[in-house]
């Protein structure tokens, strides 16, 4: 296996080089666990952890690697390896982290196309298909949808379904296909090209792992075990969650999300609803919520039924929550610089004391 067949470009040698990292391994990340990494290079696949150094210089989340980094590591005869720096990456995909306040949580890096995943059943639900096309828009990650499961219902309802996101969302593909039957499989493989990498999003119970499996050509890549032993002798069996597909395009696997925040999300929701956004320019006032002011050409649009209601809605609700994170975060952040003050006060006068100690 070649670097190139996992996504390596030109991009990223020409930093390793001016970087010197050429006496290290040069990595992808393939899957996380508690900080455990598995790291795919050309010789194989190491376990690996990240330097103290890293670790220490990591300000939050976002400087830990995720599935789909790129990592220079050093390696170790007792099979475990070090990462020692994260290559620049070039998209990140990322939500508001689950019950913590503020803080920003990587799904995945360097990441070409997302395929959001949503099954034409009961659960299906454009609102939800518009949250993830939001983090899709605001990480530089381009849409494509997957229906999934359209074994379960007729063709008619497929067709309604399609015209019904249509009328929300332009210019995204979109894929129709069954597990079961495989129909829209050849569509799907079609789709997906060498050298690029993919990562499926959508809720839990929608497909993912069954169309990850299935295009990958094994059906038990999930839970077979990856290292048989560690330094400590331990078994270790963890999640597969990046494969190479046959005709080159690489594949990433991503947890079901039961929540989907929309982090801060710069520019995320105004391309998702670019023609509110359009619309919202003609309002008479400039801080207008749409929600309930005079002159609002936002809410006169939904009136004349130009704007889609439930839209509207998803779109309101999305910017109030995005303008919640934002406080949040800024709330942290003011919280960290000034217990940082404290630390550097508390240091300062630590040292005047112990010097004031030596003089006295
Ligand atoms: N009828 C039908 N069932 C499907 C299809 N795809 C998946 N399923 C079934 O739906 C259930 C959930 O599928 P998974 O592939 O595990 O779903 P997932 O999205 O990976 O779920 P998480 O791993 O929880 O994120 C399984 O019982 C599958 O057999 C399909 O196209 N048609
Ligand atoms: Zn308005």
Redesign the pocket.
Same mark, same amino acid.
């Given at each position: 296996m070649k670097l190139e067949d996992l996504g390596y470009n030109e991009r990223l040698e020409k930093f390793s080089l001016e970087n010197k990292l050429i006496d290290f391994e040069i990595g992808r990340v393939i899957s996380e666990h508690k900080e455990r990494y598995i790291v795919k290079t050309e010789k194989g696949e190491f376990e690996a952890e990240i330097t103290g150094n890293l670790r220490f210089s990591a300000s939050g989340r976002e400087d830990f690697p995720a599935v789909g980094d790129w990592v220079a590591l050093t390696q170790y005869d007792d099979g475990l390896s070090l990462i020692h720096k994260i290559l620049p990456r070039f998209s990140v995909i990322s939500r508001k982290a689950v019950g913590q306040h503020g803080e920003k949580q990587i799904i995945a890096a360097n990441i070409d196309y997302a395929l959001l995943?949503q099954?034409v059943d009961r659960d299906f639900n454009i609102n939800r298909l518009e949250r993830y096309l939001t983090i899709c828009n605001a990480s530089k990650v381009s849409p494509i949808i997957i229906l999934? &499961?359209?074994? #379960?219902v007729n063709a008619d309802r497929v067709s309604e379904i399609m015209e019904n996101i249509k009328a929300r969302i332009q210019n995204v593909s979109i894929v129709p296909?069954?597990?079961?039957s495989l129909d829209g499989y050849k569509q799907i493989r079609a789709t997906i090209q060498k050298g690029k990498t993919y990562c499926m999003l =959508? $809720?839990?119970?929608? =497909? &993912? $792992?069954? #169309?990850?499996n299935t295009l990958s050509g094994k059906s038990i890549m999930r839970t077979e075990p990856i290292s048989q032993s560690t330094n400590k002798g331990r078994h270790v069996t963890s999640h597969r969650e990046l494969i190479v597909l046959d005709k080159g395009g690489i594949l990433i696997d991503n947890? =079901?999300m039961r929540e989907v925040g929309i982090a801060d999300s710069p520019g995320g929701l105004d391309l998702t609803f670019d023609r509110i956004v359009r619309l919202s320019k003609n309002c008479k006032f400039k801080d207008c919520t749409h929600t309930n002011e005079i002159g609002c050409s936002v809410l006169e649009a939904v009136e004349k039924g130009e704007i889609d209601k439930a839209s509207y809605e998803n779109y309101v609700k999305m910017e109030r929550e995005k303008a919640h994170y934002e406080t949040t975060a800024a709330e942290k952040r003011k919280k960290d610089k000034e217990f940082g003050k404290f630390i550097k006060n508390y240091k300062k006068s630590r040292n005047k004391n112990k010097n004031d100690d030596s003089i006295g």
């Amino acid at each position: 296996m070649k670097l190139e067949d996992l996504g390596y470009n030109e991009r990223l040698e020409k930093f390793s080089l001016e970087n010197k990292l050429i006496d290290f391994e040069i990595g992808r990340v393939i899957s996380e666990h508690k900080e455990r990494y598995i790291v795919k290079t050309e010789k194989g696949e190491f376990e690996a952890e990240i330097t103290g150094n890293l670790r220490f210089s990591a300000s939050g989340r976002e400087d830990f690697p995720a599935v789909g980094d790129w990592v220079a590591l050093t390696q170790y005869d007792d099979g475990l390896s070090l990462i020692h720096k994260i290559l620049p990456r070039f998209s990140v995909i990322s939500r508001k982290a689950v019950g913590q306040h503020g803080e920003k949580q990587i799904i995945a890096a360097n990441i070409d196309y997302a395929l959001l995943v949503q099954a034409v059943d009961r659960d299906f639900n454009i609102n939800r298909l518009e949250r993830y096309l939001t983090i899709c828009n605001a990480s530089k990650v381009s849409p494509i949808i997957i229906l999934s &499961k359209i074994d #379960l219902v007729n063709a008619d309802r497929v067709s309604e379904i399609m015209e019904n996101i249509k009328a929300r969302i332009q210019n995204v593909s979109i894929v129709p296909i069954s597990n079961e039957s495989l129909d829209g499989y050849k569509q799907i493989r079609a789709t997906i090209q060498k050298g690029k990498t993919y990562c499926m999003l =959508g $809720s839990s119970g929608v =497909g &993912k $792992s069954t #169309l990850f499996n299935t295009l990958s050509g094994k059906s038990i890549m999930r839970t077979e075990p990856i290292s048989q032993s560690t330094n400590k002798g331990r078994h270790v069996t963890s999640h597969r969650e990046l494969i190479v597909l046959d005709k080159g395009g690489i594949l990433i696997d991503n947890p =079901g999300m039961r929540e989907v925040g929309i982090a801060d999300s710069p520019g995320g929701l105004d391309l998702t609803f670019d023609r509110i956004v359009r619309l919202s320019k003609n309002c008479k006032f400039k801080d207008c919520t749409h929600t309930n002011e005079i002159g609002c050409s936002v809410l006169e649009a939904v009136e004349k039924g130009e704007i889609d209601k439930a839209s509207y809605e998803n779109y309101v609700k999305m910017e109030r929550e995005k303008a919640h994170y934002e406080t949040t975060a800024a709330e942290k952040r003011k919280k960290d610089k000034e217990f940082g003050k404290f630390i550097k006060n508390y240091k300062k006068s630590r040292n005047k004391n112990k010097n004031d100690d030596s003089i006295g």
